[in-house]
């Protein structure tokens, strides 16, 4: 039996509803009065921040646990849970073009995970993100075993350096565009940051994550606080940086793991199904907002909205049910891919779900 933590569905819930709210507004024209609703696509640096930390947190607790991590189990889960509904959809978006375009060349690099570091990316545009996604994934377990041989605080201090690093990188623009994994993986390592610290240093984590709940009321603040400058700018203030972002969604982490939410049962349900659904949402909304666009592009933003968001969860919840949950639980009918982890009823072992 897997154990959820309500208050990480919570988090994977808005930002996917943050993302989602911001492509809509792009779609629909941004107006000017809803135009800094598109600051709303930090959501995926929030999803960032939370793929670090729950990767982290398992790949520590399997080196707790066992000794060692095992990091071709690890890819294979991984690949299992992101790679079949990822494909789904591509091979839809391919076919789509072939049919509707002139011209259209098949983008043979989509299938390995590299058009974020491609001149232009023709279609499927969200889909950067998981490139950096999968990036990660190929290199954090590895990286993992390299920091288990390092005494925690060079490990620490190793991790807060990798941290850093990105913003050298763009504050010397080595870079073609802000797509590239190198430029963007401050927030998940944030997360790695998180689960290091959780696991090397308990005492103090737990006192860290007692801090989690002032702390959080004060970053959510300061994160609305630029909604509010987008729509009355103020010449000394602009969008957070990306390393800024890592340390305000990294103390939402703490406050997940200081908070046992319950919202009430049909909320708790809502927030269930859309943190289940969250990749599927994420992978179908762009069709579901092109269909939009064809058919109300002339009414109200609400409607405009609510049509939108019921399109993406309908095709999410077949691909949800069709691809994504049953391969899924292929993972544990085999030897390769059965989890090493087994699920306790500790508080700490409850934030670790649905990876």
Request: glycine share 4%; with cysteine; aromatic share 18%.
């Amino acid at each position: 039996m897997i154990i959820r933590n309500l208050s990480l569905d919570f988090l994977r819930a808005i930002a996917i509803l943050m993302v989602f709210t911001g492509h809509t507004v792009l779609s629909y024209g941004a107006p000017s009065f809803l135009s800094p609703l598109q600051f709303g696509g930090t959501g995926v640096d929030l999803f960032f921040v939370l793929s670090g930390w729950l990767i982290g947190y398992q790949l520590f607790n399997e080196l707790k646990r066992h000794g060692n991590i095992d990091v071709k189990r690890f890819w294979v889960r991984r690949w299992m849970r992101t790679l079949p509904a990822y494909y789904a959809v591509l091979l839809f978006t391919i076919v789509q073009n072939l049919i509707t375009k002139d011209n259209f060349s098949i983008p043979w690099n989509y299938f390995f995970f590299v058009q974020n570091y491609a001149e232009t990316m023709p279609t499927f545009t969200v889909s950067w993100s998981l490139c950096v996604e999968e990036q990660f994934y190929l290199v954090i377990a590895p990286l993992i075993v390299f920091l288990a041989k390092m005494k925690k605080n060079h490990r620490t201090v190793l991790l807060i350096t990798l941290m850093l690093l990105p913003t050298l990188f763009r504050e010397f623009e080595l870079y073609q565009n802000l797509q590239e994994t190198h430029v963007r993986w401050d927030c998940c390592i944030m997360g790695i940051l998180l689960a290091n610290v959780c696991f090397s240093y308990p005492k103090f984590w737990q006192r860290f994550v007692i801090l989690g709940p002032k702390l959080a009321i004060v970053t959510l603040c300061v994160y609305l606080s630029y909604y509010y400058f987008r729509w009355f700018p103020n010449e000394f203030i602009s969008d957070p940086s990306k390393l800024f972002l890592a340390l305000i969604f990294g103390s939402w982490i703490l406050w997940a793991n200081a908070i046992n939410l319950s919202l009430g049962g049909v909320v708790n349900k809502f927030v269930y199904y859309i943190s289940t659904r969250s990749y599927a949402i994420y992978l179908t909304h762009p069709d579901a907002l092109a269909v939009t666009k064809r058919l109300l592009s002339d009414e109200f933003f609400i409607f405009y909205y609510s049509f939108a968001f019921l399109l993406s969860c309908f095709a999410a919840e077949f691909l949800y049910r069709l691809i994504e949950q049953p391969i899924m639980d292929m993972r544990s009918k085999f030897d390769f891919s059965k989890s090493r982890n087994k699920p306790t009823t500790d508080n700490q072992q409850q934030v670790v779900a649905n990876v």
